[in-house]
């Protein structure tokens, strides 16, 4: 089912060293190529609004909207129908990711640079942002969790929140996630979806203002979206397809590993599936393990899909040194360490959007419970970008305050400095002040 990429010995191999950044291919995932196709959306969106978005929705989602809109009342009728165990997991998922998005939080910070002279490095909130939950192939109740929490816990004023719109619950969002949505408090709600939902946060399009950041993951028309629109409008990344990476030795569970592998794989069929290891033992039991936990599973086809692309593959290395550096360049979304030392080689990672840790911490704990963020950094961009947190949802801005005496100290050093740029408007900007009257 899963391709095998042997890189042993690739480290003493003559001529031009082994660039471990391509040594694992990735799903084909072109962005360039379908913003020729979104901008148009964007576009209509700009210039008409809602009536741009329904004809949208009718096209893409089968949906015939007169109000994209969804009211108040239906967010609490689907929570007051909500499966009581499906409330008390969103209500665990919350509580944990709350109280780690809380210890997050960044205080200002002072410095007092001499007498007179202070800076402060304050942390002021995003003040409003637009959340976008996938709904297409599987609604991502937790994605609103992954959102909404760190926006709240920052102290975000507005919340505005977008699912595309279902024909089988009649052209709103998917029960659960509208469910999820009257559990955190959020009112502000939109049955949208897509390229279009995007530009709505943008621009603004009816009921809904135009935000200044909007976050969440996507297919790769939001995705598209988001990159065009960078600039009208913030980001928070350019996440693409999931994927999971884990580095096993022989001391890790095959049965583990394959339902892991197997976890990502039924997020779409371009989801990537890696196993980094030097036991070739392992990746044998492995592939035997995922040969009969597939034929069981509920979506055959869009695993095997998955599995059998060209972004999934068993990688043999010859050690755990060599691994380190196959995951490191791959920079992976999720990375599980099943290894000896699971946890001294876990410190030694540098590049992964999420670290999970020995073979009781799985990806899918991740994605619900374990009180760490799940929208992450995707397609290498791992060894730049970091996963969604408080962080995200605000901005920093030094305060500056100085008094007479401790602007003259500085000031001959602004002035030389100033004629250095050849800007003498910014030195005398100082002297004006520093001089008798």
Known sequence: MMRRIDLRGAGDRPGAPLDYRTAVPRADFDIEAAIPQVHPICEAVRLRGVEAITEFSARFDG????????????????????????????????????????????RDVVTDLGDGARVTHRKVPVDRVGLYVPGGIAPLVSSVVMNAVPAQVAGVRSIALTSSPQAEHGGLPHPTILAACALLGIEEVYAVGGAQAVAMFAYGA?????????????NIWTVSAKRLLKGVVGIDSEAGPTEIA?????????????????????????????????SEAL???????????????????????????????FVLVDDVEQGLRVVDGYAAEHLEIQTRDAAAVAARVRNAGAVFVGPWAPVSLGDYCAGSNHVLPTGGCACHSSGLSVRAFTRSVHVVEYSRDALAEVGDHVVTLAEAEDLPGHGAAVRVRLQDR
């Open 283 to 313: 990746v044998d039991d492995v592939a035997a393990e995922l040969d009969k936990q597939v034929a069981v599973t509920r979506h055959v086809e869009r695993i095997r899909t998955s599995l059998g692309g060209p972004q999934s593959a």
């Open 63 to 106: 949906v015939e909207q007169t109000e994209i809109a969804v009211p108040v009342e239906e967010t609490h009728r689907a929570l007051e129908r909500l499966d009581p165990a499906i409330r008390a997991g969103l209500e665990e998922s919350i509580r944990r990711l709350r109280a780690t998005s809380e210890r997050e939080l960044e």
């Open 246 to 278: 884990i580095l096993a030795d022989d001391t890790a569970d095959a049965a583990h590993v394959a339902a892991d592998l197997l976890s990502q794989a039924e997020h779409d069929p371009l989801a990537a599936a890696v196993l980094v290891t030097p």
């Open 206 to 218: 009816g009921p809904c203002e135009r935000v200044d950041l909007v976050t969440g993951p996507g």
